[in-house]
């Protein structure tokens, strides 16, 4: 009998949109029993049981598929991302290269007419570093701007968004800062930002590195101590939800009313939550004091300087943990079951920011164990301040 390999992915599917990644994994693993079967179930099965923990198998399943079919680059960027969650950076860095070659990454890729500098020095050499992804990435990553220019010997230019320009003006590591998207003077040779990472060869015991090597404008400092100074301290700033576009962003967001086991009345929270998710802060949990500052939060520029006056940040996995890291800061992130790959496994601090904690799901899905395990460190916080 001919196996209807697109009535099982119409039936697999659905049930992984939906969580249900148990149900979809019985559903599919029969079939491959016997240790052989088409790729697409196999695919299929990886993404019902990475979700769940599964880690170790789900890396074989890919290493196998990525043998079979080589062109895959979907799968070699999934398995990077497998490989980096576990720590393995040598081939995790080379195998995230393929980030490229996906449809919905092809508008990040840089299209240069220059070769991609390989790591070796260039002295006399001028080398373009771009940021290419997500606000946070260009946060974590430009710590390794001035290891580029060190290590290279060039002139280094650094083209960067808009939104973070003015905060890298005051980073060190280039020599000329440009903005993405006008023309950049002559270069020989370019890298993006977060390629730097496969040609510079980083390993976990060269972080965190020099920090912190992000600072607060003065004068926002000076605004925001001005308007926060009637709060009661401790000030803890709180995000709860990422942007909702992102792939994964309903197995790491919140909302507000999840929060509620932190609730204290001698704790001043203050939301620099962002997006549709901040009209959340009209209607704070019971016994939470709660200050909204969304609306008055005009750029990454207010958000650093929040973040270097509050006695800490709470927040999901989202920009402003990687720009508190940057600052050196304190920061506790709330971590889905399996988290995005930076935040490896196990492990409740991070080698990238040595003031940041780590507070991951017990079991998947289970926000409550993390409210658990941070409540009574809230305390802690709080007793500190007295």
């Known amino acids: 009998m001919t196996l209807d390999v697109v009535a099982i992915e119409k039936q697999a599917r659905p049930l992984i949109a939906a969580g249900q990644l148990e149900e979809a994994e019985a559903l599919v693993r029969p079939y491959l029993a016997s240790g052989s079967g088409p790729l697409a179930l196999w695919r299929l099965l ?11 198998e789900a890396q074989a399943i890919q290493e196998m598929l990525v043998a079979a079919v080589p062109g895959d680059y979907a799968m070699r960027f999934n398995l990077s991302e497998t490989l980096l969650l576990q720590g393995h950076f040598d081939r995790g ?9 996906l449809p919905h990454t092809t508008i990040a890729e840089r299209k ?3 070769p991609r500098w390989d790591g070796r020095p260039i002295p006399g050499k001028t080398l373009l570093i771009h940021d290419e992804q997500g606000y946070g990435d260009t946060f974590q990553f430009l710590r390794m701007v001035a290891w580029a220019r060190e290590r290279s010997s060039a002139r280094v230019i650094l083209e960067i968004n808009p939104e973070s320009v003015s905060l890298a003006q005051r980073c060190v590591g280039f020599d000329e800062l440009i903005v993405r998207g006008s023309l950049p003077p002559a270069f020989d040779v370019h890298c993006e930002m977060m390629s730097l990472p496969m040609v510079m060869g980083l390993k976990l015991e060269d972080l965190p590195g020099t920090g912190p090597y992000l600072s607060a404008d003065p004068q926002r400092l000076a605004q925001w101590q001005q308007r926060l100074a009637g709060l009661p301290r401790p000030w803890v700033a709180l995000v709860w939800a990422g942007r909702p576009t992102h792939f994964n962003d309903a197995n790491r967001s919140l909302n507000l009313a999840q929060i509620a086991p932190l609730a204290r009345p001698d704790v001043t929270f203050l939301s620099i939550q962002k997006g549709p998710a901040a009209a ?9 004091s709660l200050v909204s500052l969304s609306d008055e939060i005009q750029d990454f520029e207010d958000t650093a300087a929040i973040l270097s006056l509050a006695d800490l940040l709470i927040s999901v996995d989202s920009s402003p943990v990687h720009l508190a890291g940057a600052l050196g800061r304190p920061a506790w992130v709330m971590l889905p079951f399996v988290p995005d790959w930076r935040w490896l496994l196990g492990r409740n601090d991070t080698p990238w920011y040595p003031d940041v ?4 799901q017990p079991l998947r899905g289970d926000w409550g164990g993390v409210m658990a395990a941070m409540a009574p460190e809230l305390v802690r916080i709080v007793a500190r301040q007295r």
């Open 46 to 56: 990886v993404d019902a049981i990475r979700p769940q923990g599964k880690i170790g």
């Open 93 to 101: 860095w080379r195998e995230y290269h393929y980030r490229y070659s």
């Open 112 to 114: 240069v007419q220059r």
């Open 280 to 288: 959340q802060a009209v209607s704070p949990p019971s016994g939470m």
């Open 357 to 360: 904690r780590l507070f991951r």
